[in-house]
């Protein structure tokens, strides 16, 4: 339970407003301590998730290239596309999305999702889908469907990416269970992590059928 200690510090930082980077940094090394892992160790597994980080790709790579889509006009070319499918609403599309994304970062495919794939299309054709069936939304709509999309991708990549067996995540669960004296293989950690992405695409997508009977109800309002 101590290891859990990492969790307590990334909430206190972010609550007091520090430094994310160092509030990440300093949750990474409480956990290797109370954890007994090695700071030899602990720094290599730093080294290495930066290293596979999205944040490097999206940062130098991405973010430009999205950057000149949105310029040339790419969120208004998703909202008009999901308008003429009139079977489309904002919970549907966002279900497919969920399925899709778990099923690519299962097999190791990452899609850079909030910053390639949320904010400069999911979000939008969402929004547009909306729009078409309960009429133009107000701006607190607007940001409660834009939540439900983040929300969407970052169930789909949590619960979808602990089922492919060459990730950083299952390697550091691995090491610790070893570490306290439950040898593991991965593949049996990528096997268990199955049921809980399925039980994870059930109660999420349940949230986003919800979520169309919501704007339904207040569309009629």
């Given at each position: 339970?101590?290891?859990?200690?990492?969790?307590?510090?990334?909430?206190?930082?972010?609550?007091?407003?520090?430094?994310?980077?160092?509030?990440?940094?300093?949750?990474?090394?409480?956990?290797?301590?109370?954890?007994?892992?090695?700071?030899?160790?602990?720094v290599?597994?730093?080294?290495?998730?930066?290293?596979?980080?999205?944040?490097?790709?999206?940062?130098?790579?991405?973010?430009?290239?999205?950057?000149?889509?949105?310029?040339?006009?790419?969120?208004?070319?998703?909202?008009?596309?999901?308008?003429?499918?009139?079977?489309?609403?904002?919970?549907?599309?966002?279900?497919?999305?969920?399925?899709?994304?778990?099923?690519?970062?299962?097999?190791?495919l990452?899609?850079?999702?909030?910053?390639?794939?949320?904010?400069?299309?999911?979000?939008?054709?969402?929004?547009?889908?909306?729009?078409?069936?309960?009429?133009?939304?107000?701006?607190?709509?607007?940001?409660?469907?834009?939540?439900?999309?983040?929300?969407?991708?970052?169930?789909?990549?949590?619960?979808?990416?602990?089922?492919?067996v060459?990730?950083?995540?299952?390697?550091?669960?691995?090491?610790?269970?070893?570490?306290?004296?439950?040898?593991?293989?991965?593949?049996?950690?990528?096997?268990?992590?199955?049921?809980?992405?399925?039980?994870?695409?059930?109660?999420?997508?349940?949230?986003?059928?919800?979520?169309?009977r919501?704007?339904?109800?207040?569309?009629?309002?």
């Amino acid at each position: 339970m101590l290891t859990l200690l990492g969790v307590g510090v990334v909430v206190l930082g972010f609550l007091l407003r520090f430094n994310p980077l160092l509030v990440i940094a300093a949750a990474v090394f409480v956990t290797g301590w109370a954890g007994h892992i090695s700071l030899v160790h602990t720094v290599a597994a730093l080294g290495h998730a930066f290293n596979q980080s999205r944040l490097v790709s999206v940062a130098f790579l991405v973010l430009p290239v999205i950057g000149l889509l949105e310029r040339a006009g790419l969120q208004e070319q998703a909202r008009m596309a999901i308008s003429k499918i009139r079977a489309a609403t904002a919970g549907r599309l966002l279900l497919v999305y969920l399925f899709l994304r778990q099923i690519s970062i299962a097999f190791g495919l990452q899609i850079n999702g909030q910053a390639a794939m949320v904010r400069p299309l999911i979000a939008p054709m969402a929004e547009a889908a909306a729009d078409t069936h309960g009429g133009p939304l107000d701006e607190k709509t607007h940001l409660l469907i834009r939540a439900y999309a983040a929300a969407t991708d970052n169930v789909g990549a949590f619960f979808g990416e602990d089922i492919f067996v060459a990730i950083g995540s299952i390697l550091l669960i691995k090491g610790m269970l070893d570490q306290a004296g439950f040898p593991v293989q991965p593949l049996a950690l990528s096997l268990w992590a199955i049921p809980t992405a399925i039980l994870a695409f059930v109660i999420h997508g349940a949230r986003l059928l919800l979520l169309d009977r919501r704007l339904a109800r207040e569309a009629r309002k």
